[in-house]
């Protein structure tokens, strides 16, 4: 697993287990866990060895930007949970997907993505692709089905979140993967909101996943990073702009992300739990008029998340009466919950989309997201759920 493409054998073990006994090998020192390797080079044994390395005819560590044990160890957990072959580890979510774009897309190239998607992800879209002449068209979540209508000859990506963010809307994976495997596309899904443990797209046709290992896959708030996985021709490709431009994890937080995947499953049962929890207490409120949760039974989407997900996951989004200055009341009436952009972590977090994360859109634009003006996004935590509940329901009263 040194190299810069590594098979993943398919393990027949649990998800816990692999997630828990995937570990480089062991050093002279016989350490129960995997140490830190904190260098930024290797050595090699003389010149022949040096040459024989730099020629890709031996499989082993150069440069801590090509590869390092421990981002080697990440990877290696990630590609077992979610089917890949190989993958490719980043210093964020976002350097996951500006570099998997980057490393697939030419001038000229045509993007379809859903409408419904991370406000960064946009910016790209909007701010970066149009210098290089890279275009993008978008579909609504419930139209899946014009996806064929907006191929053009230059089209080479279909692209989507599923859950999305914020609205928590639900994307037919299987749909998706008939469409792009039809017309020869590249399906790229940004699993982040439902995390391996509880959503695999490559089984519906996905030919790449990415995450950003910042959200759930650590699980405390506590380090940056992004890795995108899949077929290895396609990861190949990524890999090679990635050692060039250079946007990869820092062994540390490699670390402590295939530390935190050992927890994964049993983290996110219990956000998966409060979530649920919250979701229908926030549906008998008489100050919120629409709540989404995928396993809701009023989600629209709810069969389609019971027939590609395992659970719910951990985010809901509610609209409180009032729009956009309910959204702001209501967010500085918290009391123990957190006001932050982040989400997946140990303790709830509460956002206001259309006046923070996605501010800098034109409405219309929110609008086409799921975006509407009192929508409220809750990361529900691993807090006990009463205290979520009261602080909740507290903040609601005062707000509206």
Not at 105 to 115: F, P
Not at 337 to 351: K, Q
């Amino acid at each position: 697993m040194y190299n810069r493409i590594f098979k993943i054998e398919q393990s027949l073990k649990a998800f816990e287990t692999n997630a828990i006994r995937t570990q480089v090998e062991r050093s002279e020192f016989l350490e129960h866990t995997t140490p830190l390797y904190l260098t930024s080079s290797y050595v090699f044994e003389d010149a022949e060895d040096m040459r024989a390395s730099f020629a890709e005819e031996k499989d082993r560590n150069i440069y801590s930007r090509y590869s390092n044990p421990n981002t080697s160890e990440f990877i290696a957990k990630i590609c077992l949970m979610e089917g890949a072959e190989t993958g490719f580890a980043f210093a964020s979510g976002m350097a996951a997907v500006f570099s998997t774009f980057a490393a697939l897309l030419n001038t000229g190239d045509h993007v379809i993505s859903s409408a419904s998607v991370f406000g960064s992800t946009q910016s790209l879209y909007k701010n970066v692709f149009p210098k290089w002449q890279i275009s993008t068209s978008y579909f609504k979540v419930n139209e899946i089905e014009r996806i064929e209508s907006l191929i053009q000859p230059n089209t080479k990506i279909i692209y989507a979140e599923s859950p999305t963010n914020p609205a928590v809307d639900i994307l037919d994976l299987e749909l998706l993967g008939k469409i792009a495997k039809k017309h020869h596309l590249i399906l790229i899904i940004d699993n982040c909101f439902a995390t391996p443990y509880l959503q695999q797209p490559i089984k519906f046709g996905a030919h790449l996943v990415i995450h950003s290992a910042t959200k759930l896959i650590d699980g405390q708030g506590r380090v940056l990073g992004g890795i995108t996985v899949g077929s290895a021709i396609l990861i190949e490709k990524i890999y090679l702009f990635a050692r060039i431009t250079g946007p990869a994890l820092s062994p540390f937080n490699a670390w402590i992300l295939s530390k935190s995947l050992e927890t994964l499953a049993v983290r996110v049962e219990k956000h998966c739990k409060n979530a649920l929890k919250v979701a229908k207490f926030l549906e008998r409120h008489p100050q919120v008029t629409l709540v989404k949760y995928p396993f809701l039974k009023s989600h629209p989407q709810y069969h389609l998340a019971k027939k590609q997900m395992k659970r719910g996951g951990n985010v809901v989004a509610f609209e409180i009466k009032g729009g956009i200055e309910a959204g702001r009341l209501f967010l500085n009436a918290i009391k123990l919950l957190t006001l932050s952009a982040n989400l997946g972590d140990a303790r709830t977090i509460v956002t206001h989309p259309a006046s923070t994360t996605h501010a800098k859109l034109l409405e219309e634009e929110r609008l086409e997201a799921g975006i509407t003006p009192g929508m409220v996004r809750i990361s529900v935590g691993l807090e006990n759920v009463k205290d979520i509940i009261n602080d909740l329901n507290q903040a609601l009263e005062r707000c509206c």
